[in-house]
């Protein structure tokens, strides 16, 4: 049994800045890629910001120069740096992680409002 807990969402004023957590705990024998995935209200989810076990990372066009996804390995949790908040990116943020052996794990969420 593999556990995500994310943190780190909340209310921000447009240009603003917020950090979001995500740790996995459990039967973890190693962590492959790990991503973050946004939903806004009507709207179907979509990637975010990812990095593969190797660290490369990969952003859609929306959150390029804005966004900075990391990992620390030795505390299996991603984070991923917001800046320059925009009201387009009031979504609520899913944690991915995929594990070796594969296996993917979602986190529950964490709502990010970003005020005009």
């Known amino acids: 049994q593999v556990q995500l807990v994310e943190s780190g969402g909340g209310l921000v004023q447009a240009g603003g800045s917020l950090r979001l957590s995500c740790a996995a705990s459990?039967?973890?024998?190693?962590?492959?890629?790990l991503a973050w995935y946004r939903q806004a209200p009507g709207k179907q989810r979509e990637l975010a910001a990812l990095i593969t076990s190797g660290g490369v990372t990969n952003y859609p066009d929306s959150v390029k120069g804005r966004f900075t996804i990391s990992r620390d390995n030795a505390k299996n949790t991603v984070y991923l740096q917001m800046n320059s908040l925009k009201p387009e990116d009031t979504a609520v943020y899913y944690c991915r992680v995929v594990l070796v052996p594969y296996r993917e794990v979602w986190g529950q969420g964490t709502l990010v409002t970003v005020s005009s």
């Open positions: 459990g039967s973890i024998f190693s962590i492959d890629a």
